[in-house]
């Protein structure tokens, strides 16, 4: 299936960004929810690119908390920055952040939160398909697991989006074909300590299980470190859901991890900012929904995946690309 394969589209009405000369620079902030790998090397691509194109890119980190991410808002606010991207805290606090911004009249545009009823309020959302994104993991853990025990370690409930893995897991799982058996399911928190310990009182409860399916590559790490312990390297598959992280393909070198779907942050970043930049230039109809780039990653295929941490040549090149094209519908408004 598509998800499959990197999914930068080729987009076919809006013309590639040129370099900005660094007197007509602009300024954009970049706000993270949190202190997280992901949003940092999202961050640090979103640096280089504003370099390359002279402009002039502020940060800010909420620390998960979104009375500070509001305040954030209204600093950048204050300084005057052209547009905002945004790793929003969580989805309660995306509508104050757009009317902070809307009031100000300065675009904003979201890398994950979306919600359709908020999509004609900013310059955009990027994201991974959610509730499809588990189903490729779930079909290849089928095709290796034809039947057996398999279980599932979930990221932080309550969001929606490791509801969402962890059912279209299952949607997968079921499409290959397999008789494999989910007979545990435990919220991880997208912590690998707390992986560590969900996974050895898993492997207690069941000694014949076949695999595990983890949320993400942080988790991964904590699992396999549990895995190893029992002696069990090799004998349970393990499987993380997101990311494609530095550390999660380091496991699949060394042959503890099966299978990551990276979801680079870097890549996607400097997208999202250039479509920003667009947006605030007036060059890119503002609204739109665009699917974040992803692989599935194997030991077949490590060499496509994307940096989190890229150099400013790898960079350079993706803002050589043609701007990601929309998709229309948007999920939700079919």
Not at 146 to 155: C, F
């Amino acid at each position: 299936m598509t998800g499959y394969r990197l999914k930068l589209a080729i987009a076919t009405s809006v013309a590639a960004l040129t370099v900005a000369s660094n007197a007509n620079a602009e300024t954009f902030a970049f706000m993270r929810a949190g202190p997280d790998p992901f949003y940092q090397y999202g961050m640090e691509a979103v640096q280089m690119a504003g370099e390359a194109l002279g402009d002039d890119i502020v940060t800010y980190n909420a620390n998960n908390d979104s009375t500070q991410e509001l305040a954030n808002i209204q600093d950048a606010i204050t300084r005057g920055v052209d547009g905002i991207l945004i790793y929003a805290v969580s989805l309660s606090s995306e509508k104050a952040a757009i009317a902070q911004a809307q009031r100000a009249n300065v675009p904003i545009f979201f890398e994950y939160g979306y919600d359709p009823a908020l999509l004609d309020k900013v310059a955009g959302f990027m994201q991974i398909d959610v509730p499809t994104f588990g189903i490729p993991v779930g079909e290849f853990i089928g095709e290796q697991v034809p039947e057996g025990k398999v279980a599932i370690i979930s990221g932080k409930l309550g969001r929606g989006d490791a509801e969402a893995y962890s059912e279209g897991f299952k949607t997968g799982l079921a499409n290959s074909g397999s008789k494999a058996e989910v007979v545990a399911e435990v919220p991880g928190d997208w912590n690998r300590q707390t992986a560590l310990d969900a996974t050895s009182q898993i492997l207690t409860a069941h000694p014949d299980l076949k695999a595990i399916y983890v949320h993400n590559d942080d988790m991964a790490v904590g699992s396999s470190i549990a895995i190893e312990r029992a002696g069990k390297t090799g004998e349970v598959l393990l499987a993380s859901g997101t990311n494609g992280a530095p550390y999660g393909l380091d496991l699949i070198k060394e042959g503890k991890l099966a299978v990551s779907y990276a979801n680079p942050p870097s890549s996607a970043s400097v997208m999202a900012y250039r479509l920003l930049k667009g947006v605030a230039a007036g060059e890119v109809e503002p609204g739109h929904y665009y699917e974040a780039p992803s692989l599935l990653v194997t030991m077949d295929n490590m060499d496509e995946a994307q940096p989190w941490d890229p150099t400013p040549e790898q960079v350079t090149e993706w803002l050589e690309l043609p701007l990601a094209e929309p998709v229309v519908p948007a999920p939700g408004q079919e």
